[in-house]
């Protein structure tokens, strides 16, 4: 196997953990009700697939970080949920994924230097926190989801596609509308889930009302074209 394929297999495997988590939050635990898990098992399948693609296609350092990200909480997921059949094979795929991950295959494959296109780390964090948020409510709210969460829920995914496409109003959903419903959906969650659900959104927020964001939607304007040279003759040449 090349240099080149083992990245990719890497990232294949990543993406699989994901997928794998999922179901077993959805077949294996008992702790999480069906909608609380449903959100959790989103979560998985996302950044799973985010993680993947931004190794494989995007050679981001941030793919890395996401997978170690998948990997933690479904370290978690077993810890808490315990250990059924799918959640065993989710381990051992998480174990090849993880060596791979902090192994030696990815220090040429990934970038080193930020690209010169991108988002920028502010916007894109952004973005991570808003999907970030789908399954933070359900972890938040094990017992069941409310309306106020499949409320965050749909301001956090529909204010992120928003500001992706590049619309402003994305931008003030996340900073105004997010936290409106996200305290909304505190204040019905019980403790400790509401403190935790709080901390994520007014995570999301900081990073909403920084200048960065802003920057995406709303580009600074361009500089002033520079004063053409003088062709004619000088003062001292009327003189």
């Known amino acids: 196997m090349s240099r080149h394929e083992i990245p990719l297999l890497i990232a294949t495997v990543v993406g699989i953990t994901g997928i794998v988590w999922a179901a077993a939050v959805l077949f294996d635990s008992d702790v999480l009700a069906p909608s609380s898990g449903a959100f959790v098992a989103v979560g ?4 799973g697939i985010l993680a993947s693609v931004g190794i494989a296609l995007i050679h981001a350092p ?3 970080l996401i997978g170690f990200g998948v990997a933690g909480a479904g370290a978690g997921v077993a810890v808490v949920g315990g250990f ?24 040429i494959w990934l970038r080193r230097r930020p690209s010169a296109v991108g988002p920028g780390p502010v916007p894109f964090a952004l973005l991570v926190g808003l999907v970030g948020l789908v399954p933070l409510a359900g972890a938040a709210a094990p017992a069941g989801l409310g309306p106020a969460h499949f409320g965050l829920a749909a301001a956090a995914v529909a204010s992120g596609l928003a500001y992706l496409r590049g619309w402003v109003a994305g931008l ?14 505190a204040v019905v969650t019980p403790m400790p889930g509401a403190v935790v659900l709080l901390a994520g959104v007014a995570v999301v927020t900081s990073l909403a009302w920084r200048r960065e964001p802003m920057r995406m939607v709303i580009p600074a304007p361009p500089a ?13 040449a009327v003189r």
């Open 62 to 64: 941030w793919g890395r």
């Open 172 to 185: 003030w959903a996340a900073r105004l509308v997010v936290p409106a419903v996200g305290l909304w959906a």
């Open 224 to 236: 002033p074209a520079p004063r053409p040279p003088r062709t004619g003759p000088g003062p001292e």
């Open 84 to 107: 059924g059949p799918v959640t065993v094979l989710a381990l051992t795929v998480t174990f090849v994924a993880t060596v791979g991950l902090a192994g030696p295959w990815l220090r």
């Open 44 to 47: 998985f399948i996302v950044f």
